[in-house]
Nanobody
Framework: VQLQASGGGLVQAGDSLSLSCAAS????????VGWFRQAPGKEREFVAV????????DYADSVKGRFTISRDNAKNTVYLQMNRLKPEDTAVYFC????????????????????WGQGTQVTVSS
């Protein structure tokens, strides 16, 4: 499975941005796709995850209410709509795919994912 993340860019605080994660190669109907981010000098952290089967979602507290994750299984694509962006959202955003469904508590963990995309830079200026 290859994951291609796109949609990053430079925006001002309060603006919106939409990221996409397109999967190619071997595809699967179940499992989950998550977004993680990594700011300079910091560890990669969980942002959001969506289960492919039923669309159920989970979010980090820092983005809850501002970000929305969704999936289009027909297009093998997962989206991350980011609203009311803040300078602290600045990071490289990575999408990751997991073959098995999993419970949300483990879907927040980086090592629970089988495949990773290359990342897309999001920069929010104040």
């Amino acid at each position: 499975v290859q994951l291609q993340a796109s949609g990053g860019g430079l925006v001002q605080a309060g603006d919106s941005l939409s990221l996409s994660c397109a999967a190619s190669g071997r595809t699967f109907s179940g499992g989950a796709v998550g977004w993680f981010r990594q700011a300079p000098g910091k560890e990669r952290e969980f942002v959001a995850v969506v289960r492919r089967s039923d669309g159920s979602t989970d979010y980090a507290d820092s983005v809850k209410g501002r970000f929305t994750i969704s999936r289009d299984n027909a297009k093998n694509t997962v989206y991350l709509q980011m609203n009311r962006l803040k300078p602290e959202d600045t990071a490289v955003y990575f999408c990751a795919a997991r073959i098995n469904r999993g419970i949300f508590s483990i879907l927040r963990l980086r090592d629970q994912y089988n495949y990773w995309g290359q990342g897309t830079q999001v920069t929010v200026s104040s």
